[in-house]
C-alpha cells in the first residue's frame, strides 16, 4: 500500500521551492514566467571560489571528510567569527552541514523533546515551522506586523515563554521582511532570555553580508546568554553558493556534539569539494560580498520606488536580505474574470497566471496578508515583471 507515514503527512511542502518548481515547469513549456519566487543570489560564485573546488578535486579531496567539517574549514569559521562578529569560538564549537537549512533542522532534531515548545516570529522563514514539526516540538507563532517593521517586541517575546519553552529562532536579516534587529533591540530580547536558563536561541544570520545600514549585530554578541545561542549561517546567500550547500553553526560545545552525533547517523560530513570551496570563500573575507550588496541596494531602491506607486501595496523598508513583502490585503475579494482573491495565495496564482510573474504568498510565512518578492534578479527583469505585475494587479475590480 502506497502509504506515506504521518510525520510526513503533517508537513507542508516547502512553498518557496514548489513556486520556483512551478515557474520552472512553466518555462519549460515555453511560457515567459519571470520568477521572483526563489531567495537566491542571480550571480555567479565568483572565479578564485570556483578554482578552490577544483583544485580540491585534483588534491583528491575525495573520501569521506570528518563528520562536522574539515579541521582547516572550522578553523576558516572561527576565524570570520573573529575577525567579523568578534565572537570566540573554538573549533569543537563549529559544525558543517549541507546548508544552513540542514544546520537548523540538525538543531532541532538534537534539542527538542516531543511537546517542546518553540517561538516562531512571524513573518517567519518558510521552513522553520514545519522542521519544529519534523522533530515533534511545537511552533509558537508570534504575530508581528508591518507598522512594527515585522520585528518582535521584547513585551511580546517574554509573554510568549512558558515552562515548556525550549527555544526560539528568527533571521536577521529577515527571511520574508528583509528587516533587522539593531543592537538595542537584540539587547532587549537579550535580557528576557537570560531570565529563562532553559531557552536556545537559534540566531539565523544566513543573510549577515547583505545589510544596507551597517554593521551587522549577532544576539551572541551578550555575554549573558552566549552559552545558549547556536549562531546560524553559510556560504549561500553572501558569497553567491546556494548550489554548493554548505551552511555552519557556532554553537555551545554540547550542542556541536549532539549535531555531530546526529550527522553521522544522516548525511556524514558536507561535501568534500564544498567544503574546501567554502573555506576559500571564508578565507577571502567578505569584500566581493560588498559589490553584491551595493547592487541589491540598487534593486532594493527600484523595487521600492516602484511599488509606491501600486495602489494597494503597503510597504516598509527592508534593510537588507533581497525581499520585499508588501502588505496586499486590499485586493482580498477582488475578482477578474474566473479569479477571486481570497487572500495572497490566491493572489501569488493570478500573478502567475495573469502576469507571468512568480512569487509567494505570505500564508507559507505565517502571513497571509502579504506577498514575498525576490529582487535577487537584473534590473531590466525586475522592472519588466513589476509592469506585469502592475497591469495583471489593475484588472482586479
Ligand atoms: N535560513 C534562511 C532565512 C534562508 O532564507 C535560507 C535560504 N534557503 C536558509 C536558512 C537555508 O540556506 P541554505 O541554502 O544554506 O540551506
Ligand atoms: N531561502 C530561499 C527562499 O526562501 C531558498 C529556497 C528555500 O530553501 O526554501 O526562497
Known sequence: MEKVSDRLNKMAVSATLAMAQKSRDLQAQGVDIINLSIGEPDFDTPEHIKEAAKKAIDDNFTHYPPVPGYDSLRKAIVNKFKRENNLDYSVDQIVVSTGAKHSIINVFLSILNPGDEVIVPAPYWVSYVDMVGLAEGIPVVIKCDINSDFKMTATQLESAITTKTR???????????????????????????????????????????????????????????????????????????????????????????????????????ACTIAQKAAEAALNAGSEQCKEMTAIFKKRRDIVLNFMKDIPGFKTNLPEGAFYVFPEVSYFFDKKYENYTIKDSNDLALYLLDKGHVATVGGTAFGSPECLRFSYATSEELMLEALNRIKNALALLK
Open 167 to 269: 527555544a526560539i529562532i528568527f533571521s536577521s536579516p529577515s527571511n520574508p521582511t528583509g528587516n533587522l534587529y539593531s543592537k538595542e533591540e537584540l539587547k532587549n530580547l537579550a535580557s528576557v532570555i537570560s531570565k529563562h536558563p532553559n531557552i536556545i536561541v537559534l540566531s539565523d544570520e544566513i543573510y549577515e553580508h547583505i545589510n544596507f545600514v551597517g554593521k551587522h549585530e549577532s544576539i551572541a554578541q551578550f555575554s549573558e546568554i552566549k552559552d545558549r545561542v547556536v549562531v546560524v549561517n553559510g556560504v549561500s546567500k553572501g558569497y553567491a553558493m546556494t548550489g554548493w550547500r554548505i551552511g555552519y553553526i557556532g554553537a555551545p560545545a554540547w550542542i556541536a556534539k549532539a549535531v555531530t552525533k546526529l550527522q553521522g547517523q544522516f548525511t556524514s560530513g
